[in-house]
């Protein structure tokens, strides 16, 4: 399975990742790709940027450990997951994630198992950046327990299989 | 040991990290937690809750009953809000 995991300040672009990952191959039936975008507002109330912080080893690490709990648990052909970090303005992705496999149901569920559980294990803080741009204005975005239950829920399902067709 | 720190706790704390020597008896994540509390306003602030901010041994989440013993590197951050 081919892996690629990078943390990049840099904007990534969605459709070159993936062409990357198919190059010379054609086993793969399937690709899912889930792009994370920073919005223009944050509960109800406008934004300028994000701004994320992150613990730079630690999150390659852990993003890895994922990566291949994936693999035990569906018939993956290649991973690949960029996350950003520093400021990022509405509009602009923070998250990518491109799962490849035979068939759909592998790609889109490690696609969700990974993204539930980047959002709560992966170490990274957004902070949000009001307009105006005053220091007095950058809040820490607070976890919600909903990503908490989404993570949670992958503990007690069983382990899935592709079907044969 | 080294120890870092993250986001608010880093704030709040005022270092991104640091090298600490804990008396002998601070033997897991938790006593450790509790004797950093001490250690001044901005830990106290830090660790206010100490249910909320989370901890890493070496890069790895851990619990609080987690031992520090033979750890190089600890860090505290609070719940994780990337994706």
Request: with cysteine.
């Amino acid at each position: 399975m081919s892996v690629i995991v990078r943390l990049q300040r840099e904007a990534f672009d969605a459709a070159s990742e993936v062409a990357a990952l198919k190059r010379s191959r054609t086993d793969i039936g399937a690709v899912v790709i889930f792009t994370g975008i920073c919005r223009a507002d944050e509960d109800g109330e406008p934004i300028a940027a994000l701004n994320l912080e992150h613990y730079p080893d630690m999150a390659e690490a852990e993003i890895g450990r994922h990566i291949e709990a994936a693999r035990q648990r569906w018939p993956l052909l290649g991973v690949t997951v960029i996350h950003r970090y520093g400021r990022i303005v509405p509009g602009e992705g923070i998250v990518l994630v491109v799962t490849a496999s035979t068939h759909r149901q592998a790609a889109f569920a490690a696609a969700e198992f990974l993204m539930d559980y980047l959002k709560t294990r992966a170490p990274f803080w957004k902070q949000v950046e009001k307009p105006g741009g005053k220091t007095s204005d950058k809040i820490w975005v607070e976890a919600r327990a909903s990503d908490d239950t989404a993570a949670e829920r992958w503990k007690s399902a069983p382990t899935k299989r592709e079907p044969a067709n | 040991m080294k120890v870092r720190y993250f986001a608010w706790v880093r704030e709040r704390v005022g270092k991104t990290e640091e090298d600490i020597d804990p008396p002998a008896g601070v033997a897991t994540i938790g006593d450790l937690v509790d004797w950093l509390a001490r250690q001044g306003e901005g830990y106290a602030y830090a660790f206010e809750n100490p249910n909320v901010v989370r901890s890493a041994i070496d890069k790895r989440h851990v619990r609080s009953d987690a031992r520090i013993a033979g750890a190089s590197e600890i860090a505290f951050f609070p719940p994780m809000t990337g994706g």
